[in-house]
């Protein structure tokens, strides 16, 4: 083997939205869920992450950018990552470049990741979802780790168990599984992309700064003195999740939209119940919610689905694309731009599918 090679594989994927929500582990380091969730793959032209990896011999340790800043790789979750693809490298014949790499050169070889999302990191719009299901897509790609998009779910897993839900479009349930061991929590397709097209998701982005509290340090706080989680995770998720696959089967949207924004505001619920107390949605996430709430009891019939993760930040999901328009317009409305309550940005799109650029 020359030592001057490189070898690079580069992958986009996009970010998922829960409309049943994960909040909560029993198992911290497997990140295990208390609840089964079901999320909404968006579309990777509006919201994604593209992550290139690359190995040369010539690297003398495991680095990784994100955004530009390098970051340290130390923490367990990229580690579990690392390992869990580099124990499933196999041999890469690379006949374009001329490079042989045998499942025995992982072992010692090491590989520069550089990422960038192309949105908001850390405000509550899943950036670790859609960061960790590429880096275990783009890390298997170029260690030719030859397993399925549901087995690759179940390590991007271990890096955010939001992004185990990202290595499928369309909707996409994560089982929370019953083993010890977190083999069978893993993510499966509901349905594809095209099953529900007339969707259209609109994100109004209220703040673009980073949370105050992680996900991963508010569901602990939960976890640890909320009630209310305890009642959730066993007796109203098991029944939504139930209620919502049929719901999405069916295009059922006046059940849909019921299911979605009763589970955001439970959970938000939850946050609350929180000791001390976590706030992620703020005026403007509420008068959102009230101005969706109104217009939907005007028709009649629901016209639109909201839904908030751990930020401030509004993810519509519109009927139909007629709908969207007017909803957009209702937003101008209440919101008007260089006002006090000005949306930074509105990011429109489609469901997708997940995306290979390598
Ligand atoms: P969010 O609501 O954006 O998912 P979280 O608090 O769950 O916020 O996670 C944010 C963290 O996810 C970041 O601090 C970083 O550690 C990780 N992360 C975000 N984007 C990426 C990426 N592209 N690649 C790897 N890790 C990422
Ligand atoms: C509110 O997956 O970001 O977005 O597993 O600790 O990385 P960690 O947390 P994360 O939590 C996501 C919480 C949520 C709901 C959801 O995506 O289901
Ligand atoms: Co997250």
């Given at each position: 083997m020359a030592e001057t090679w490189v070898r690079m594989v580069t992958a986009q994927t996009p970010t998922n939205i829960a409309v049943i929500k994960y909040w909560g582990k029993r198992d911290e380091t497997?990140?295990?869920?208390?609840?089964?969730?079901?999320s909404v793959t968006l579309d990777p032209a509006h919201l994604c992450t593209t992550t290139t990896v690359a190995v040369s011999p010539s690297f003398v340790q495991d680095r990784m950018w994100l955004n530009g800043k390098e970051i340290s790789l130390s923490g367990g979750r990229y580690q579990n990552c690392l390992r869990e693809i580099?124990?499933?490298?196999?041999?890469?014949?690379?006949?374009?470049r001329g490079i042989n790499i045998s499942k025995k050169d992982w072992?010692?070889?090491?590989?520069?990741?550089?990422?960038?999302?192309?949105?908001?990191?850390?405000?509550?719009?899943?950036s670790s979802a859609a960061g960790f299901a590429c880096l275990v897509f783009a890390l298997a790609k170029l260690m030719n780790a030859k397993e399925d998009n549901s087995k690759l779910s179940a390590i991007a897993r271990q890096g955010s168990g939001s992004a185990c839900r990202s290595l499928f479009g369309g909707f996409v349930k994560w089982n929370m599984g019953k083993f010890e061991d977190g083999s069978d929590s893993l993510a499966v397709e509901v349905v594809d992309?095209?099953?529900?097209?007339?969707?259209?998701i609109i994100i109004a982005v209220v703040s673009s700064r980073q949370k105050e509290?992680?996900?991963?340090?508010?569901?602990?706080?939960?976890?640890?003195?909320?009630?209310?989680?305890?009642?959730?995770?066993?007796e109203i998720v098991p029944k939504r999740i139930i209620q919502m696959e049929e719901a999405i089967k069916n295009r059922d949207f006046a059940s849909f939209a019921h299911l979605t924004c009763a589970d955001s505001n439970q959970f938000h619920a939850v946050c609350l119940d929180t000791c001390p107390p976590i706030f992620y949605m703020n005026d403007t996430s509420h008068r959102i919610i009230s101005c969706a709430e109104k217009w939907n009891r005007s028709e009649g019939t629901p016209q639109v689905a909201y839904t908030f993760d751990a930020g401030p930040n509004a993810v519509l999901i519109a009927r139909n694309r007629q709908a969207a328009a007017r909803l957009l317009q209702k937003l101008l409305f209440y919101f008007p731009p260089n006002s006090d309550t000005d949306l930074n940005s509105y990011v429109l799109g489609d469901k997708s599918i997940l995306k290979d650029a390598g």
């Open positions: 497997l990140i295990l869920p208390v609840n089964d969730s079901i580099r124990a499933r490298a196999c041999d890469v014949e690379d006949k374009e072992e010692k070889l090491h590989v520069h990741i550089a990422s960038y999302n192309n949105f908001p990191t850390a405000a509550g719009l899943a992309e095209k099953h529900w097209d007339d969707l259209v509290t992680s996900s991963t340090t508010g569901m602990r706080e939960t976890v640890e003195t909320s009630l209310l989680l305890q009642h959730r995770a066993k």
